[in-house]
């Protein structure tokens, strides 16, 4: 027999008016006494449908259909079975879901929820899901239409397009912890403002450089200390206005370089502090005056105070945030014959490559053949590697990433500023365009889950240094992605590159100096046998 919806009403209140006895005793969730009591509540309400229970088969039949529309709301002590005779033992009621047959009497009734339902979280219609338990904590039932041969009830998970929207741009709870991990670690650089006012960097560099000093200024050994120069400005504080004397204590001024050679009418130097024939250009150069650091000494101290050591250790074994973090390592060798085995496995790889770009360049080249043949595979199962590429070498390197079994997933910019902290426009390369930018591709090799995600931007705008250096912050960066206390690589590196927690190989680094007890093991074995001279640090 088919049972109408209607016929299922008194059931539900009977459930929920009997439901604290039903599976106790001394009822016990015997089907035949719930039976009996069902039947007594329909007689003592005349509103009430009559159902036809003339036995504990007919029971047991409306109790599956009752189940099927109800997304099994009542568990019994064994499978439900129409045809059960006399000589078998009945299923018994053991649990009873209340939360899921109040909402099938609200679908009935077609009516709104009732107000236990919303009490107990079950749905809350006034008030805007925030979390993800919240997005998915009321589940939508579809009631189709009933036929004379079923009656279905579907149950699913379904959202309105803005609720899916929402739930999909939800960053992750890693991404989350990751970044406040970051934040926490992450020293803060104070910013200073530069003063754009070409009178205020003229009457500066008058009371402030010495024009004794010019022919000497040029190198950094012959650098003007900052102090000087802001001691002789604050000594003529009479002589100047009192806001230019204000500027110079809270801002970054380019003071004139202007020696007995050179020229105003050529303009600025391309190349400005990093021009290597300083001493005789003829172009304009200029010297740069920091702000005074005394007047920023409170907001640097508290700076300093709001990043100590934060016991936040998500991602990390709470021991590491105790660790101390290795000594710079490095290996003075050629990259094409060290055998990597004996470095070990790296978490994170920066390369360098010294690409031949058809140029004259102050440092020697490799060919595109002995690059792409390196051992890159003994270097990392899994990890992440940064590779920098010239404009011409774009395409080596994204042929290099996959031939060493790297999967190339980002690229990151460098924005190149020169010394006065604008975009350089006259680079030392490109053939057609001037380079003012450098690129970095990013490979990842396996699966690496447990890299922090989503903290860092893909473009870095700083300024220039020596040939070939490139920004402290790329460092950081990859810190923050695999953390401080993993093993981390530098190949083709020099003196500058070498940092705490980092290994660096390169054949312009001074010597050797190892901490790792295996990688000394391993590379000590590996002179030995090739009669190799030592020269530890």
């Known amino acids: 027999m088919i049972y109408s919806k209607d016929c299922f009403v008194p059931f539900v209140e009977f459930i929920l008016y009997r439901e604290d006895v039903l599976t106790k005793p001394p009822i016990d969730g015997d089907l035949w006494k719930i039976r009996a009591l069902l039947i007594q509540y329909i007689q003592s309400n005349p509103n009430h449908p009559s159902i036809q229970l003339t036995n504990i088969s007919e029971f047991l039949t409306y109790l599956i259909q009752f189940n099927l529309i109800s997304g099994n709301s009542l568990k019994f002590s064994k499978l439900l079975n129409s045809n059960v005779g006399l000589e078998i033992t009945p299923p018994k009621l053991i649990w009873i879901n209340v939360s899921g047959i109040l909402l099938l009497k609200a679908r009935l009734q077609g009516g709104s929820f009732p107000q236990s339902m919303i009490v107990s979280g079950i749905h809350r219609p006034q008030k805007e899901p925030k979390t993800l338990f919240e997005l998915l904590e009321t589940p939508k039932l579809k009631m189709d239409p009933i036929y004379s041969h079923e009656i279905v009830l579907k149950t699913s998970f379904t959202f309105n397009p803005d609720m899916l929207?929402?739930?999909?741009?939800?960053?992750?709870?890693?991404?989350?912890?990751?970044?406040?991990?970051?934040?926490?670690?992450?020293?803060?650089?104070?910013?200073?403002?530069?003063?754009?006012?070409?009178?205020?960097?003229?009457?500066?560099?008058?009371?402030?450089?010495?024009?004794?000093?010019?022919?000497?200024?040029?190198?950094?050994?012959?650098?003007?200390?900052?102090?000087?120069?802001?001691?002789?400005?604050?000594?003529?504080?009479?002589?100047?206005?009192?806001?230019?004397?204000?500027?110079?204590?809270?801002?970054?001024?380019?003071?004139?370089?202007?020696?007995?050679?050179?020229?105003?009418?050529?303009?600025?130097?391309?190349?400005?502090?990093?021009?290597?024939?300083?001493?005789?250009?003829?172009?304009?150069?200029?010297?740069?005056?920091?702000?005074?650091?005394?007047?920023?000494?409170?907001?640097?101290?508290?700076?300093?105070?709001?990043?100590?050591?934060?016991?936040?250790s998500i991602g990390d074994c709470f021991s590491e945030s105790f660790r101390e973090v290795l000594p710079a390592q490095w290996i003075n060798c050629d990259i094409r014959y060290l055998p990597f085995k004996i470095l070990g496995k790296f978490a994170a790889i920066i390369s360098d490559p010294a690409w031949d770009i058809h140029m004259s360049l102050p440092y020697g080249t490799c060919k595109d053949e002995e690059l792409l043949s390196l051992p890159m595979h003994e270097l990392q199962d899994e990890g992440i590697i940064m590779l920098w590429v010239t404009g011409r070498s774009i395409e080596i390197g994204r042929r290099a990433l996959l031939k060493w079994g790297y999967k190339i997933s980002d690229e990151m910019i460098w924005v190149k500023l020169n010394q006065l902290k604008r975009t350089i426009v006259t680079g030392r390369t490109g053939h057609w365009l001037n380079h003012s930018k450098e690129h970095l591709l990013v490979g990842l090799k396996g699966n690496p889950i447990w890299i922090n995600r989503k903290i860092d931007m893909d473009?870095?705008?700083?300024?220039?240094?020596?040939?070939?250096?490139?920004?402290?912050?790329?460092?950081?960066?990859?810190?923050?992605?695999?953390?401080?206390?993993?093993?981390?690589?530098e190949i083709f590196g020099r003196d500058h590159n070498t940092r705490p927690g980092w290994l660096t190989i390169g054949n312009q680094l001074q010597g050797v100096s190892l901490y790792e007890p295996e990688v000394k093991r391993r590379y000590e074995a590996y002179t030995q046998s090739n009669n190799l001279h030592l020269n530890y640090n």
């Open 165 to 312: 929207f929402e739930l999909i741009k939800r960053p992750t709870a890693r991404t989350i912890l990751s970044k406040e991990r970051a934040r926490l670690k992450t020293k803060k650089v104070f910013f200073y403002n530069v003063c754009n006012d070409s009178n205020h960097n003229h009457i500066l560099g008058t009371v402030g450089l010495n024009k004794k000093e010019y022919s000497q200024y040029g190198t950094n050994k012959q650098m003007i200390p900052q102090a000087t120069v802001h001691q002789r400005i604050s000594q003529s504080k009479n002589m100047i206005s009192n806001e230019i004397y204000k500027c110079s204590q809270c801002k970054i001024h380019f003071l004139p370089i202007i020696n007995n050679h050179t020229d105003l009418n050529l303009g600025d130097c391309s190349y400005l502090d990093t021009c290597h024939k300083m001493k005789t250009c003829r172009y304009l150069h200029y010297y740069t005056l920091n702000s005074n650091s005394s007047h920023y000494s409170s907001d640097q101290k508290e700076n300093e105070e709001n990043n100590q050591v934060h016991e936040y």
């Open 459 to 489: 473009v870095v705008v700083s300024g220039t240094r020596e040939t070939s250096r490139k920004p402290d912050r790329f460092y950081d960066i990859v810190e923050r992605l695999v953390g401080i206390h993993s093993r981390k690589l």
